[in-house]
């Protein structure tokens, strides 16, 4: 099937690499030009595990082709909106990438075609995309909604081994289309895939935002209760190990941490909020969700400085932080707790010497700081530093040498700070590190 994507970040990227990897043609569009001479190339503008090779095998293969000129799509049978719709300063989900390519989209595009949004929209967006076409005489324009579950990182493997499926279209005959464009990979997982469809737009538009924002509350529940643990001097490790044998409760999503980030939760929590005041509901829990992880940021930056000022005097000391990226597997920083962290460090004059597997270009950009120095290396980021902080959960920081990491630093029983829970932490106590783990 010839397929189009409009929006080369994660979402469509991702989802385009795969989609021709199944067998699919497809046409990619971006606006920004430099994305598109390097795609074409089969260089990836992100950091995504296998996005490489899989993408130079489909540029090689001549199953995917870039281009900035909208009207490649002029011959698509499907196209897919994977635009982005960032928050507005008020909260709600900007959605003028969504109308602008839709009005790009209709300059060029058959009326057979399909439209299928991609991106993450508020409920009753899709609705008013329908009433957009209606009232410029594209009523015969079929239109449908397929939400993405792909968790940044992994994000190939989740799109070629689904859970489940959502496909939302007003007529029975787009929902067998979008399933159609799904076969191979319905296929390949021997038919273990759930896939839900459903005339409702409404219904999957809710479907996204109900699970982006249960997991966040998950999340956010136990960094809550390990900041209980840690009061209480409970463990939250054995209180997790417990309640993760109720199949109720599950296994997944109860790790504490740093607090969330990324480009979905923070961003999609919020949006569900402004979707119940629309539609003139209570969705408090979700927005103390939001408000709660904010502040646990600021509850783990207090908690390192509260603990090393009991100590010793912080002012001037220097600090190794491993991991910048909102979470492993990805160069991503957006909302990562990071930020928040090393900000307040350098509000109490402390010199920091980070590192990040991938993150570092990212974070640069976006903190730029004289206390801040990163390292390509995250031997050279712990050397003569003080305390090591450990804010992602990348594989390689718990295959590290404690007896190298104390070799490097200053003093014999350095402070080290896991919030991840991640580090062989009786190594590194009976090397006479002091060690912190966030939930103990
Ligand atoms: C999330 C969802 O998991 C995907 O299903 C969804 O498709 C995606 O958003 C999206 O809407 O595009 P993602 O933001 O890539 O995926 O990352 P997650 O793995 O969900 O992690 C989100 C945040 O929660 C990270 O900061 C992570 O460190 C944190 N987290 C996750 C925890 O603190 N503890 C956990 O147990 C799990």
Known sequence: MKIGMIGTGYVGLVSSVCLANSGHSLVCIDKRPQIIDSLSKGIPTIYEKDMDSMLATCVKE?????????????????VFLAVGTPSLPNGHADLSQVFSAIDSLLTVLNEQAMIVVRSTVPVGTVKRV???????????????????????GVAISDFLNPQYLVFACGYKEGQDLLHQVYQPIIDATDNKVRVVKTYSFETAELIKYTINSFLATKITFMNQIAQLAQASDADVGTVIQAISADRRIGELFLNPGPGFGGSCFPKDTIALVKCGITYGVDMSVVEEVNHSNKRHKEYIASWILETLEKNIQVEGKKIAIWGLAFKAGTDDIRDSAAITIVESFFQCNIEVHAHDPKGNENFHTRVNNSHLQLYDDPFDAVKDTDVLVVLTEWQVFRDISPQEVLNLMNGDNPFVFDTRGILPHDKYKELGFQLYKFGL
């Open 62 to 78: 001549n199953s995917i082709s870039f281009s900035t000129d909208i009207s490649s799509l002029s011959d698509c049978e499907i």
């Open 130 to 152: 329908r009433q957009y076409l209606d009232e410029k005489g594209k009523e015969k324009q079929m239109l449908g909604f397929c939400p993405e579950f792909l968790r940044e």
